[in-house]
């Protein structure tokens, strides 16, 4: 189909096409010429010129199996015979000989006078700086600064230190690892829904409960920490945890997670009632398997996390009753809305970490949302004393006596909400901290009496 040769093109296009590609052909084959050539002189040595626009200035070169990479200076400004005039400092190559101690007639004790060649100031620094070596002797020593193993050694141990495994840190490690702390609120919240069920008291239940409970949220927070290593290394927070520095083993630390809560949810299961067990199993996969990534992901980790932390009480109901009541969603409903002040007000003063952890918070993706939601959570515990008496929970008393501190934590909210400062958040930190405790002692002092159902109703008893 295009059998007419390029030189019937008619215009101005396409003898200009013509034109450029005879010129580049001829480059080519001069190219190509040259580097067959300087292949055949020494098949070890060769060049290849990288020619993209970005690259004009640098060149690679390879020499006995090693790859060098060097940047061509650029050719040196035009100076001007008044800009000569003006500077008045001249550039000097000093280059020091080796000293040959049996050349010293004294032991080498004498000195070499070091040989200064002056080179024009700005004339010929173009022509010194396109040479690619210099003219250096054979014999003489390169000047190479050689580290001793005393250096090398203090250096790696300022920059790494090396944990021992010792068998008497592994109690504090442990504790580390299960978040004690943490693992004790938990184990406090269940202790209070299984004294506010409407049953009498069992203690064998509760020191079962306590303990299933204690296992199972070690295990949860041990899973966590291990599945966010590489992002808790960045936070200063979290620095400093087990994984982290390397204290312990992965598999070391899921062995653990494993001997904890395969016995705390078995033990949930068998000493309380199957129900508790489940809900135990169910809250170790929300915090593991849901609040942990969605950490990463969505702000929605904050109303997952708040359903982790609302399950405890409830496992302490169903434990000692065996059945889901609405006292016991009552009291889920407290340590849900109480963990939005707790949780946003920390999570506050410490955006910068959580950022940096790549962690997607209310108080870093959503500050005004954070404020918001920490206050309208405040005032809802308000409204959850008052549905205690209803549900036949509490007294009366409770909704009054609660009254001043609901409403403490709600006025430190909404002074948060105002102002946003670290330093209310920090008083609405600090406030729900002991909140929580004062509220469940309260709820318990005001434990609606309830008669046992054992004894027979009064009304039937008729002769």
């Known amino acids: 189909m295009y059998k007419s040769p390029c030189s019937r093109l008619s215009g101005l296009v396409g003898a200009t096409v013509k034109q450029k590609s005879v010129q580049h052909a001829s480059l080519r084959n001069q190219t190509a010429r040259g580097l067959i050539q300087l292949h055949r002189r020494d098949p070890s040595t060769w060049l290849t010129y990288q020619r993209l626009n970005f690259l004009k200035r640098q060149y690679v070169t390879k020499r006995s199996g090693e790859l060098h990479q060097r940047a061509v200076p650029k050719r040196a400004p035009a100076v001007t015979v008044g800009e ?165 083993s992965p598999l070391h630390a899921v062995t653990f997670a494993l001997a904890c809560g395969v016995p705390g949810v078995a033990l949930l299961s068998l000493a309380a ?7 135990g199993a169910l809250n170790v996969f929300l915090y593991t398997c849901c609040y942990t990534p969605l950490k990463r992901l969505s702000i929605t980790n904050t109303w997952v996390g708040a359903v982790v932390g609302a399950i405890p009480p409830v496992m302490g109901w169903t434990a000692a009753t065996g059945c889901l009541d609405p006292g016991a969603l009552l009291l889920g409903g407290f340590l849900y809305s109480w963990q939005f002040p707790h949780f946003n007000s920390l999570s506050w003063n410490l955006r910068e970490d959580y950022s940096r952890g790549g962690y997607r918070m209310m108080s870093v993706t959503h500050p005004g949302m954070c404020r918001r939601v920490a206050l309208r959570h405040s005032a809802g515990l308000i409204g959850l004393a008052t549905l205690a008496p209803p549900l036949d929970v509490t007294t009366w008393t409770f909704p009054v006596i609660s009254l ?4 403490y934590i709600a006025y430190l909210a909404y002074r948060f909400y105002r102002r946003g400062d670290r330093s209310s958040a920090r008083s609405l930190f600090l406030c729900s901290l002991w909140h929580l405790p004062m509220l469940l002692l309260l709820a318990l002092t005001c ?5 046992d159902a054992a004894d027979p109703d009064p009304g039937s008893l008729v002769s």
């Open 404 to 407: 001043p501190i609901n409403a």
């Open 84 to 248: 000569e005039r003006d500077d008045g400092v001249q550039r000097r190559l000093q280059r020091i000989p080796t000293i040959d101690p049996a050349s010293q007639p004294d032991g080498g004790t004498g000195e070499a006078q070091p040989e200064i060649s002056a080179l024009k100031p700005h004339a010929d620094d173009a022509s010194v700086q396109n040479c690619s070596m210099p003219n250096v002797d054979s014999n003489e020593a390169p000047h190479v600064q050689v580290e001793t193993d005393e250096a090398k050694q203090a250096r790696l141990d300022r920059q790494w230190r090396h944990l021992e495994f010792n068998v008497a840190d592994l109690p504090d490690i442990y504790s580390r690892l299960a978040k004690i702390k943490l693992t004790a609120l938990v184990v406090i919240t269940s202790a209070a829904g299984f004294a506010m069920a409407p049953v009498a008291f069992d203690p064998v239940g509760f020191v079962a409960l306590s303990l299933g409970t204690g296992l199972a949220s070690c295990a949860a927070n041990t899973i966590n920490q291990y599945f966010e290593v590489p992002f808790d290394s960045n936070m200063n927070r979290t620095k400093n945890r087990p994984l982290v520095r390397g204290q312990i």
């Open 273 to 279: 009632n199957p129900l508790t067990g489940f809900l």
């Open 447 to 451: 434990k609606k009496p309830r008669r």
